[in-house]
């Protein structure tokens, strides 16, 4: 039994075991868990607990900012900096300033939903103690992993391990940290 | 029961043919980048593209050192090759968004096979059409000036113009397109990292993936992005062409100032750019060996919405008529007359109505739709059709407009040939290179479509209404495989 350890990874081979496993790790009280797949699966989310993401409200905040952002600046251009009458319209030709206003909503609000998960979710780190299971290495193919974290309150050395392999699994990992 | 099942066949066909695992579709589409031998042809292709694409170089190198003269462009027609070809690319770009957001949002399955190099072709055809505006400003080296950034000149970009809102529309759309394309690729861009074996490979591609390992926890943020991303890029590529067809319906030319301009140019892109999907998949899946991905059932879809979007486009030349005779002004009634038989260009309207009218009729029956050889032939012959419709609008509006004493013909030089070609090579250039270094096809969304990714929920009926949650991928197959099971 190895000491320095960062958990235990159990490797499934369908997703519906991944899903039971999930039920069963997450009623039996342990927190600090993950599930790695090669694809999304929805029935994971509320298996784990994962809660619902704030990111839509970073879009949409995001969007509005663009969309400010596009009215001030040409108000600023075109009525403060700047004034001049071109084609007989007035200096706040709002009908003429929306498309560029649309194109600026779109694109902080793209800016936010990309960067915004990538950052969410703790990218770019191209190290992780997962990466250490050489199995894991088919998380990115076709089978499926489980992981408690030490860091979890209820994690015992044995006792999880017991109980991972309880779960159906085709084998049971340590990582190391 | 077997009816049932007929009919569930006809209502879902399958996505993917044949007997496939998570593991093989994800060998099969990866050793392409990864294992297999590049073929001979990739090298043919390949130099045959890049031997076309010198010949984009060599014109823009002469066109920096010379000016912008050395084009046909005159007066009274400005506007010519450059802005009939950013229009050409930028409508054909226009497919691959509507493949990976509109069709997503619409929770069509066939989109994913497709989406990866729909979304590649569009980027390429952005950086081809932003070629012309940007030449044309005839010193590209100020193309900055574009931009609004506060300077030593004390001057602003002026935004009542639809020029304007063309650099932020295309400058956004380029933008949004590359980071779409990107989100998608990074679970794929692990898959390969993870299957490397070459040191240097492995490397960019693990720079690339940003350490991407599948967790549940990322992969949900991911979906909800990559949904707001498809949810923002519809309107965006909407409004893209609609912002184009302003750069003329905002002028007071007859032939350019038009109300159905924006929805007429929005079909015309996506028709244009079904075309191109067609021309580049059809090819793809034969020489890449991709049929069961890229199956027939693809291909007659694409043939459908070629048909359908070709048919608003027609609509859109019956209304052009209709306006010019209804509006009783006599410019209007003269443009009409001067474009379909009374001018010199004449003939390039018929050949327009024959390529974009009359050939995509055939696709009403089963038998041209289900042909390869004919859906490539009628891909061909609409973006010929396509070019012309372009043509027909810029040329023939401009050559005769309010004042008989600036009237002039218009004739395109060698250059303005050579650039327009140079652009094709170009294009295909950069379609070598992705599909000999990034997985052509999307390899996680093709998993989601086996049968084995569903989770079986029957043990568990007392979680199911808890799984409500919007499915950008599952939901359809998810149907279609509980009323087969019944």
Redesign the interface.
């Known amino acids: 039994m190895n000491d320095n350890i960062y958990g235990y990874l159990a490797e499934f081979d ?3 075991q991944l ?2 496993a999930a ?1 069963k790790v997450r009623l039996a009280g342990y927190t600090k868990t ?15 607990g ?1 809660k619902r ?1 704030i ?2 409200f970073l ?1 949409f905040a995001g ?1 509005v900012t663009g969309l400010l952002t596009g009215l001030a ?2 108000w600023f ?2 009525v403060f ?2 004034p001049i009458i ?2 007989g ?1 007035p200096y706040f ?1 709002l009908p ?2 929306i ?2 206003m ?3 909503t ?2 902080f ?3 936010t ?2 960067f ?3 950052l ?2 703790g ?6 103690p ?2 250490n299971v050489p199995r ?7 089978k499926f992993f489980l992981l408690i974290e030490r860091q979890d309150p209820k994690f015992d050395l044995q006792e999880t391990r017991n109980f991972m392999q309880s779960l159906n699994a085709q084998e049971v990992f340590d990582v190391d940290e | 029961m077997q009816e049932v099942k007929k009919i569930q066949k006809n209502l879902h066909p399958p996505m993917v043919e044949g007997d496939h695992s998570f593991a093989s579709v994800t060998d099969i589409i990866s050793d392409r980048t990864l294992k297999k031998r590049t073929p001979y042809g990739w090298f043919i292709g390949f130099a045959l593209a890049f031997m076309v694409a010198q010949s984009l170089l060599f014109t823009v190198v002469y066109l920096v050192i010379t000016g912008i003269g050395i084009w046909g462009n005159n007066q009274p027609v400005g506007w010519a090759f450059d802005i009939i070809n950013f229009v050409w690319w930028i409508g054909i770009g226009h497919a691959g968004t509507l493949i990976s957001a509109i069709l997503l949002l619409m929770n069509q399955k066939w989109r994913t096979s497709i989406n990866r190099f729909a979304e590649a072709m569009t980027l390429f055809a952005v950086a081809c059409a932003g070629l012309f505006p940007l030449l044309h400003t005839g010193r590209p080296w100020l193309a900055y000036w574009l931009f609004p950034y506060p300077n030593t000149m004390g001057m602003w970009p002026q935004f009542r113009s639809p020029l304007m809102w063309d650099v932020f529309a295309v400058s956004t759309y380029a933008t949004v397109s590359l980071l779409f394309w990107y989100v998608g690729l990074i679970p794929d861009i692990a898959t390969l990292r993870d299957r490397a074996k070459n040191k240097y490979f492995k490397t960019v591609y693990g720079l690339l993936s940003m350490g991407w390992r599948g967790s549940a926890k990322h992969w949900h943020r991911y979906e909800i992005a990559y949904l707001l991303l498809a949810g923002i890029s519809t309107p965006l590529v909407l409004s893209v062409h609609s912002i184009v067809s302003f750069d003329f319906s905002v002028a007071q030319l007859p032939g350019w100032h038009a109300t159905i301009f924006p929805p007429y140019f929005v079909a015309g892109a996506i028709f244009a750019g079904f075309a191109m999907v067609l021309i580049l998949c059809i090819p793809l899946r034969h020489w890449y060996g991709m049929e069961d991905f890229i199956t027939k059932t693809h291909l007659i879809f694409m043939g459908k919405v070629m048909l359908a979007t070709g048919l608003i486009v027609v609509y859109g030349y019956a209304m052009e008529g209709f306006f010019g005779w209804y509006s009783a002004n006599e410019f209007e009634v003269f443009m009409i007359y001067n474009r379909v038989w009374g001018g010199p260009y004449w003939w390039f309207y018929w050949l327009l109505i024959l390529c974009n009218g009359l050939s995509i009729q055939l696709l009403w029956f089963k038998r041209f739709r289900e042909s390869e050889f004919w859906l490539f032939f009628i891909s061909i012959i609409v973006s010929i059709g396509m070019w012309l419709e372009r043509f027909v609008i810029i040329v023939t509006s401009l050559h005769r407009d309010f004042l008989p004493s600036s009237w002039a013909m218009y004739s395109p030089t060698v250059f303005d040939w050579s650039m327009f070609i140079g652009t094709i090579g170009f294009f295909f250039t950069l379609l070598f290179l992705f599909v000999r270094f990034l997985p052509v096809i999307s390899i996680f969304e093709v998993r989601t479509l086996l049968p084995d990714a569903q989770v079986n929920h029957g043990h568990h009926g007392a979680h199911g209404e808890l799984n409500d949650r919007p499915n950008a991928f599952n939901e359809s197959i998810n149907d279609a495989q509980g009323a087969e099971e019944k």
């Open positions: 369908t997703p519906t899903v039971e039920r993950d599930a790695f797949s090669p694809f999304p699966i929805h029935e994971i989310d509320e298996a784990l994962i993401s990111l839509p879009v969007g600046l040409q251009v075109h900096d700047y071109v084609g319209r030709s003429s300033f498309p560029p649309f194109e600026l779109i694109l609000a793209a800016f939903a990309v915004g998960m990538i969410l979710n990218l770019p780190k191209p190290y992780h997962v990466f894991f290495a088919l998380a990115t193919r076709e």
